[in-house]
């Protein structure tokens, strides 16, 4: 039997690898909505630089399925932990690198083009990361509790999240605007660095979980995983797929997208609107842990239902409140979007590796959970940037329209699983 020991070394791997991917995806995502555009692309007009910042945020979602095939292979045929380790150290590795490229201004195209590159070696990294990391969880978990351990990598969003906008609003506090986008924002990456390590250290003393060892010994795992996962388990992979969409909807509007119209749009300070969201996040932390321990009383699909539904109520109040005026109102529908995004999140982490066998999973949860990230979280700030001039309104029908699909998703399944 595992001892308590090895029980937290698990726990804390799996949770330690997602803070890593969403420290990582945020700084960029910050980056991008702060500092990107004059640096990169300065030759384009406001606008256009933003949008052209948002969309380098997306190509990681673009590389993010390819890397699910990638890892998602190796994870399901050599085993959890060794893919995990690799899948870290690309993630990791592209993200210190950002902290030292050039600018446009150093050397022209060259610039963005290498920031592109880094924005997809992230992509391949991430790929593998979130999956494999829930699989470690769940398939470590007593029968009783695999919603309550599968919350451990949703709960890296909201460590991430804190550790990467406290370090933005420590910077900004201590540096000027002109020192910032000189070099304070490569600070944030080159501390992932950091980071990254203690996710080896702590990946690199596990052992391999029971059920690749089971699935291994029968002989039961394809040769081709993607292969069989598209032949034999397409529902589950579409229902999965469309479950996912409303959580990084949620995410990436109600911070990366709030935070550029916040300060651009509505004039209020980075300072102050980082303060903000980083009380709101609080509530995405409390939302992943109240829906998971409810999953195992009740069910994930149920706890998912409600998440979705809220995610369609957040978007219809998205307009009135987060253009409010009022910085608390403001506050208000973060938080209330955050601890929607909880119960659209924490129950992925035991819902996704429940709906295919152990020689397909590593592919299966990585694929359906990169896929709806494409599709919730690459288009999200680029076609609310789009949006956002005509109303509000229309950002929040979009959003609507994410817990709608995810809604969808779920029905595809029948009952809640």
Known sequence: MTTLRSHRRILAASLVGTAVEFYDFYIYATAAALVYGP???????????LL????????AFVARPVGAVLFGHFGDRVGRKSTLVASLVLMGGSTVAIAFLPTYAQVGWIAPALLCLMRLGQGLGLGGEWGGAALLAVENAPAHRRNTWGMFPPLGAPVGFLAANGLFLVIGLVLDDAQFLAWGWRIPFLL??????????????????PAFLEAEAAEAIPKVPIATLLTQHLRPTLAGTFGVIACFALFYLATAFA???????????REAFLAVELVAIW???????VASVLADRHSAGRMLAIGFAGCVLVGAAMGPMLGAGSLFVVWLWLSGAL??????????????PSLFPAGVRYTGVSMTFNLGGVLGGALAPIVAEALAPHGLWMVGLYLMGAGVLSLGGLAMLGRPR
């Open 39 to 49: 640096l990169f692309f300065s030759g384009q007009s406001p606008g256009a630089q």
């Open 52 to 59: 052209l910042s948002y969309a380098t945020f997306g190509l």
């Open 192 to 209: 992932s660095a950091v980071l990254v390590a203690l996710g080896l250290w702590v990946r690199l003393k596990l052992v391999e979980t």
């Open 259 to 269: 935070l550029g119209y916040g300060t651009k749009t509505l004039g209020y300070s």
């Open 283 to 289: 509530f995405l932390a409390g939302g992943v842990i």
């Open 339 to 352: 601890f929607v995004m909880g119960f659209a999140y924490g129950p992925l982490g035991g819902w996704l």
